[in-house]
Each structure stands twice: as structure tokens, then as C-alpha cells.
């Protein structure tokens, strides 16, 4: 493809001696140094994926970064984010990443929007911008930001990652397929489990950003094929790359011959992060962490006898639990195999990492008829929070 960016002023001595290794490559010399030099590329997000692509952009010398990223640092991010550090737990991780870019390389402008990305400001934030690197890691924004792009134009470079497994491509409207092509729909809620719930190998965020940043600088220079029309694979434990030819489709609600979707829409209620059933069910039948204190009290003094059900994973049972909770994971609810196993004769109580799980297994005990059944607002998080300050959080 040709070059998405025009060449910017001539380099300077510093830029010369700083660049030279990119110079001396054909393909890129000093035009395509000077290409880099007047890109503006947006990340969002500075996380796992953000971390390797905005330190390769910048050491590259991309001349515009701009940050989408509204969090702070967390000590659980440290294990794969390596823009931060351990002195930066607790601060924004925009601000971070600033001065981590400035360390690598002072001659990059950063421009920092320290804002969350929805459908009333992501037009605005991504059209300043020449192509936009997805670092985030929810369907909802992932379709928010393809959407965006497709709407003004602009190159989409895309990555995902979960456990060993990490997935890239690049969607461009006009020049090849949208992410709308690859996902029509949002996975059904509670299917696919967040890197925070999951876990995700902390190195594959290298190799997947890698990907992402070889992609915006190949579409910056013009220099080689895209990944436009392609799906990389990655699969870490076998150390396998495949790649999948992804064509437009022309059904497509965005960029199909007769789109429907015209303009952003509401991406949470799209991608159903809870389901409506999981709502209902939890509206009347959320308890806190300090009525369970209250109610594990009462059933250790032989008062009050209940089942309460940790339906996290095992991995994360070994973590941290609550004790005198029962581990029965989420999918056991979900094919219905433990139904017939759960007591009927006294109430039910069911937690998870943060609510979101319990609330959807909660929707299936309401509907198989478990009327005395309620779960953990915010999970054992919320646990931790009010009633075991001195248990990890994860």
C-alpha cells in the first residue's frame, strides 16, 4: 500500500545519529525516517498491550503519540505493563507512560487524553490522529473504536490477547474488511473471560504489541504488506504463528454494501458485558460483604445454616478464598450439570472475583427454580475491601 504519511521536515544531527540504524534500511532510509517523524498515532490504552507499542513507536520515533488512558497502576499490572514500574503503582498510568516515553526518547510529543473513550468523544479524540493501536481489552470499546475508524477513515491495528493465546490484524474501510467482518456479533455475556478474570501470560503482550507496532510503522512507510485482510494467530505454548485470510463481508452492518450501522450507537448495551437476565436476577438478591460477615457468623454459632458457592476458577480459589466457601466453577452453572446437586432446603450464596460471574449463575439458579438464592455485590473484592483488608487482591 502506499504510504499513509507525507514526509515531515529534514532530520536533524541528533535524529540522524539517533535513527541510523532505521536509515541504512532500503526499505525505510530517510524518507521513511521523516514518515515516522510526522505520524500522529493514537493508542488506547497503556496497559499490557500499550506498554510494548508505545515504547517501540516512540523509540522508533513516531513524532505524535497520543494516549487514551483513564486508570491508574495497579501492583497486579506490573507483571506484563512494562512502561511502569513499581514507583509508579498508584499514579495515573497516562502520566506514566509520558515519562517512560520521555526516557526512551525526549524528541516524541506526547499528548495525553486522560479520559474514558465512549460514543460521545471517540470521533473527536481519533480524528486528530493518522491511525489508531487498540490496546484495550473489552468488546465493547474493541467495537467502539472499529466503528470510529471506519466512520473517518482511519487504519484500526487491532490485538488481543488471553492466557497463552494472542490474536492481530489491521482493519481498514475501503482497503479491506472491518472488525464487524471478523465478529459480527459481541460473544454472549460471561463467555470470554477478561484477562483479568482469565489471567494472561505477562511476555505475550510483548509479541502481540510487537505486531501491533510493526503494523502502524508498515502503514506509516508504506513499507511491505499489512495485516489488512489477514488474522495472525498466535499460539505461545506451541509457539505457533498461522495466519487467515479474512474477507469483507458484505453483509456487514458497518461496512457491508447496505450498512445499518451508521453512526455510534450504546456499545455496552451491543456487547451486554451482564446479561438483562443477570440483572433481574441480582436486583433483589445482592447481599454485601458485611451482611455475609454477618451471616457466616451466625452459621459458625449454629444459628443460620446456608451454601456458599465461590464460582471462580480453581487457580483462582488457590489465590484467595473466603473460607467456608464451596468452589463450583461458573461453567458447571452454565451446562447445568450441578443443578441437580445444590440443596433445595436451605438458602444459597454465590461469589465470584468481582460480581459479574455470580450475577449471570445467580440468573440460572432463579430460573431453575432456586428462589433462595442471591450472591456477593463486588464479589470478593468487595470482601477484602470491607471485611479482610489483609487478604491479596489479584
Known sequence: MDPLVEPGPPLSREEVER???????????????RRLKAARVLCIGAGGLGSPVLLYLAAAGVGT?????????????????????????????AQSARDAIAAV??????????????????????????LVVDGTDNFATRYLVNDACALLGKPYVWGSIFRFDGQASVFWRGHGPCY????????????VPSCAEGGVLGVLCASIGSIQATE????????????????????ARAMEYRSLT?????????CGDHPTVTGLIDYEAFCGTVSEEALDAAAHATISATDLSVMLAARSRGERDFLLVDVREPGEHEIVRIEGAVLIP????????????LP???????????????????AILQGAGFADASHLGGGILAWIDHVEPQLPRY
Open 246 to 254: 479474512v474477507q469483507r463481508d458484505p453483509d456487514c452492518a458497518l
Open 344 to 362: 433445595t432446603d436451605r438458602p444459597i450464596v454465590l461469589h465470584c472475583k468481582s460480581g459479574r460471574r455470580s450475577a449471570e449463575c445467580l
Open 216 to 235: 502502524a510503522i508498515k502503514l506509516i512507510t508504506g513499507v511491505g504488506a499489512p495485516l489488512v485482510g489477514r488474522l495472525m494467530l498466535y499460539d
Open 180 to 191: 464487524r467482518c471478523l465478529y459480527p456479533e459481541a460473544p454472549p455475556p460471561g463467555m
Open 65 to 93: 503519540i497520543g494516549i487514551v488512558e483513564y486508570d491508574v497502576v495497579d501492583a497486579s499490572n506490573l507483571q506484563r505493563q512494562i512502561i511502569h514500574g513499581t514507583d509508579d503503582v498508584g499514579r495515573s498510568k
Open 105 to 130: 526518547n525526549p524528541l516524541v510529543e506526547v499528548v495525553l487524553h486522560e479520559v474514558r473513550i465512549d460514543a460521545s468523544n471517540a470521533l473527536e479524540l481519533i480524528a486528530g490522529y493518522d
Open 19 to 33: 535513527y541510523s540504524r532505521h536509515l541504512i534500511i532500503p526499505d525505510v532510509g530517510v524518507v521513511g525516517q
Open 330 to 341: 461458573q461453567g458447571r452453572f452454565l451446562d447445568g450439570s450441578v443443578l441437580a446437586e
